[in-house]
């Protein structure tokens, strides 16, 4: 019997909850501030991951970023080894006419209060 009374006021509560009766009772002001409390937090919470997302993509699109230039730094600077090579300058400069010299340079020394 008490089981029947318990599942006919529990339906009864849940047929209120449904119906909206909680908004228009007599203590309706305190719920429509909880419910305005929690639509304010759900707004926050929804702008929060939101902003949280652009700034994921962000990181994700520099990361890409910075492999992309460290790729260019890297074949950049051995372009500029190859170029630096005494074989690779001898070869382009001899499109000019200039050549190895076949004596060894000599050091020019300056003797000071001369």
Do not use: C
Not at 30 to 54: E, G, P, Q, T, Y
Request: charged content about 35%; cysteine-free; overall charge positive.
């Amino acid at each position: 019997m008490k089981t029947r009374k318990k599942q006919l006021e529990m339906k009864s509560r849940l047929m209120d909850i449904l119906k909206g009766k909680f908004l228009v009772s007599e203590d309706a002001v305190k719920n429509w501030r909880f419910i305005l409390f929690v639509s304010a937090l759900a707004v926050f919470m929804i702008a929060s991951s939101h902003s949280v997302d652009r700034k994921v993509h962000e990181i994700a699109r520099l990361n890409d970023e910075v492999k992309e230039l460290q790729n260019e730094y890297v074949d950049t600077r051995s372009i500029m080894q190859r170029m630096k090579l005494e074989s690779t300058i001898l070869s382009r400069l001899e499109n000019r006419g200039l050549k190895q010299s076949e004596t060894a340079p000599r050091k020019i020394v300056v003797l000071e209060g001369r």
